[in-house]
């Protein structure tokens, strides 16, 4: 049976390793951001903590037989419910599936260090690090082989719209495989990315100007 500091330390530690995942998430504005993260991991230790020393005297007793890694596994199932709320669907684009999937590692992580193994869910933290801000560029190389060029713009309100689009571009629209309308930063505004897919950047960038063409229409960065 371990210490009272010592389970206190490992859920300080699970809170810590999990808002270093994150910090990442809400620097991209993740909904589900730094003390998300914090809360799953350090819960996931605690159930963690709980399922493994919590029936010791239980265990003790004569002809009872318990299973404690019965209620952490719940966790694993459990956390989808907070996965399944990061993840928004508009129109055929699905997104936060990575915000999902570093909750659910999250919680693995905060299981992990509330059973002790430190080096294991240190580990695992600075691996998912590297797969969430390193491999980034790794994608943005395949974007460029399979030629998807993407682009943000602002524009009023019913400016733009696919079949303004096809009458604006003609048989390059065709080209356009994702078209997003968000509400736009002030009123009467809205915000459309577009995706243009097994185009060259010079010709994408041709269609770019053409948009912008429109009277109100302007480009912001990319999104992430």
Not at 83 to 106: D, F, H, Q
Not at 127 to 145: F, H, K
Not at 153 to 173: I, M
Request: hydrophobic share 50%.
């Amino acid at each position: 049976m371990i210490s009272d500091w010592e389970m206190c330390i490992r859920l300080l530690l699970a809170a810590f390793l999990g808002s270093l995942i994150g910090v990442q998430r809400e620097h991209l504005f993740w909904t589900a951001g730094l003390r998300t993260h914090m809360l799953v991991c350090a819960g996931a230790c605690l159930v963690m903590i709980v399922s493994a020393f919590g029936f010791q005297q239980a265990l003790t007793m004569p002809g009872t037989q318990l299973d404690p890694s019965r209620i952490a596994a719940q966790v694993v199932s459990g956390i989808g419910f907070l996965g399944a709320g990061s993840i928004l669907m508009r129109g055929e684009v699905i997104k936060g599936l990575t915000t999902a999937a570093s909750l659910w590692a999250v919680a693995a992580i905060g299981l992990a260090v509330g059973g002790g193994l430190y080096v294991l869910g240190t580990a695992a933290t600075f691996l998912i690090l590297i797969i969430l801000i390193a491999i980034r560029p790794m994608e943005r190389v395949l974007r460029d082989i399979v030629q998807i060029q993407v682009v943000k713009l602002v524009a009023p309100s019913n400016t733009l719209s696919l079949s303004q689009l096809e009458q604006l571009l003609g048989e390059r629209s065709k080209k356009i495989r994702q078209f997003i309308v968000e509400q736009g930063p002030v009123k009467d505004t809205e915000t459309v990315t577009i995706e243009f897919r097994g185009v060259t950047r010079v010709v994408a960038d041709q269609m770019i100007k053409e948009i912008l063409g429109v009277a109100g229409v302007r480009e912001v960065l990319a999104p992430h």
